[in-house]
Structures are given as structure tokens and as C-alpha cells.
Nanobody
Framework: QVQLVESGGGLVQAGGSLRLSCAAS????????MGWYRQAPGKQRELVAD???????NYANFVKGRFTISRDNAKNTVHLQMNSLRPEDTAVYYC????????????WGQGTQVTVSS
């Protein structure tokens, strides 16, 4: 069993910053990818960023230069530092983890709300 718990969401003004955190527990394989996705009302869930066990990163174009993903392998945690937030960043942000094998199940947290006011 795998559990993911997100924290750090909230309400901020445009231009502000938030730092999201996600802690994974349970049966976690060391060779994994952890990521952040988001879903706004009426839209599909989309990738924000992910990071491999070796620290390789992948970012959506709409957050490049503004967001930074990082991880602590010993603690099975992943963070998302969000700067220069925009109203269009408003969404529920979800943490996930998958193993680096073909056909891996994807595990999701329950999400944390980020609201950016103008």
C-alpha cells in the first residue's frame, strides 16, 4: 500500500509564492518518479512537473522559470516551489508516484487547493 499526503496549498495574490510538499509512505520502491499535476474546474488533469530518483526534472511549458520541483529520497518527499503565481495557476494540485518500470501503477494523493487572486 502507498499513501501520499500533500500540504502547503492556500490563497495568495498574483505574483506571490507557495511551497507545496508531499510525503509518501508505505511500500515505496527506490527507483521511482514523483510528480505534481493540477486540475482546474472544467479542465483535464495536467502535468506540472516531475522528477526522477536521480533528480532529473521535467516541466510543463507554462511553469518553466517560475516553479521548481525537488525531492528528498531518504524521506520519500517531493516539493514544488511556486513563484510568480498567476490566477490561471488556480487549481487542485496532486502529488503522484510511480515506479520506473513499464506498466507501473500510479499512486495519487488527495490534492491540495491553490487559489491565486488578481
Amino acid at each position: 500500500q502507498v499513501q501520499l499526503v500533500e500540504s502547503g496549498g492556500g490563497l495568495v495574490q498574483a505574483g506571490g509564492s507557495l511551497r507545496l510538499s508531499c510525503a509518501a509512505s508505505g511500500f515505496i520502491f527506490s527507483i521511482n518518479v514523483m510528480g505534481w499535476y493540477r486540475q482546474a474546474p472544467g479542465k483535464q488533469r495536467e502535468l506540472v512537473a516531475d522528477i526522477t530518483h536521480n533528480g532529473g526534472t521535467n516541466y510543463a511549458n507554462f511553469v518553466k522559470g517560475r516553479f521548481t520541483i525537488s525531492r528528498d529520497n531518504a524521506k520519500n518527499t517531493v516539493h514544488l516551489q511556486m513563484n510568480s503565481l498567476r490566477p490561471e495557476d488556480t487549481a487542485v494540485y496532486y502529488c503522484n508516484v510511480r515506479w520506473e518500470i513499464v506498466g507501473s501503477k500510479v499512486y495519487w494523493g488527495q490534492g491540495t487547493q491553490v487559489t491565486v487572486s488578481s
